[in-house]
């Protein structure tokens, strides 16, 4: 059970997995995994390290800068640090409304400020809003003062989507932020 809490850990510590098999006989390792292959005892848990990997690859032509390596498995007391040190956090939408949004008196709608977001993020974003909390929102390209393109999210106008949204949302408001 405590393997997904190890792959998270990995996924947030080194912002990627790599896997080999666990307790893979050492005849089974080719002479050059052998050699940089490090196995750790502790309580009869192993840490596994994968082979130290070049950066960039050597056919490219260009010297190698760094090396990587990726572990297959952790120790158990270091992969429930995530679950003591990170908390889940409630009212996530709240909080990017009250961070990047506003309301807009003119059109009467919502606004969150995505501007540096690509289009497809922007589009992955709605259908999120729309699959997670059934909200009716769609991209709206601005122009900025320089001529650079960007993208905001608009929440529709319908009384409906405004009514739902804000249920969700109010809870987490503080009323010195309500104005946003």
Do not use: M
Not at 11 to 29: H, Q, S, T
Not at 149 to 160: A, L, N, T, V, Y
């Amino acid at each position: 059970l405590w393997v997904y809490p190890s792959i998270f850990a990995n996924l947030i510590a080194k912002g990627c997995l790599f896997l080999v098999l666990p307790y893979l006989p050492e005849k089974y390792l080719n002479p050059i995994d052998r050699r940089f292959t490090r196995r750790l005892q502790f309580a009869n848990t192993r840490l596994y390290w994968s082979p130290p990997t070049p950066y960039p690859n050597p056919n490219t032509g260009l010297p190698t800068q760094q090396y990587w390596f990726g572990t297959a498995r952790s120790l158990l007391a270091l992969t429930n640090l995530p679950s003591v040190w990170y908390t889940k956090v409630e009212g996530k939408l709240a909080h990017l409304i009250l961070s990047d949004g506003y309301w807009d008196n003119h059109y009467q709608v919502v606004f969150l400020c995505t501007d540096f977001f690509a289009e497809r993020d922007i589009l992955l974003l709605c259908e999120a809003l729309h699959t997670r909390f059934d909200l009716l929102a769609k991209p709206n390209k601005r122009i900025t003062s320089t001529g650079k393109k960007c993208w905001r999210i608009r929440f529709s106008s319908e009384e409906s989507n405004l009514v739902k949204l804000r249920s969700i949302v109010d809870p987490f408001i503080l009323p010195e932020l309500a104005y946003k």
